[in-house]
């Protein structure tokens, strides 16, 4: 049987937590933080997880798995 291939992009931006969430960063918080408001900043460093359709299609795309 052929191994299947895992998309390098997800493997770098997702990791799943002990309870089977899977954690990604939030948008918008790497540029130009100067221009944002404290309070966007500040929601910027809060954790964010895919919703159970995203979920599906994350582990089509790692079919080995997530760390």
Sequence with gaps: MPK??????L??????????KINVRRNAH???LRKKSARANN???????????????????APYGLK
Excluded: D
């Design 4 to 9: 299947l291939k895992t998309k390098s992009y």
């Design 11 to 20: 493997k770098k931006r997702a990791r799943v937590t002990a309870t089977g």
């Design 30 to 32: 790497k540029k130009l």
């Design 43 to 61: 929601a910027g460093t809060k954790a964010q997880y895919l919703n159970k359709n995203m979920e599906g299609q994350a582990k089509i795309l």
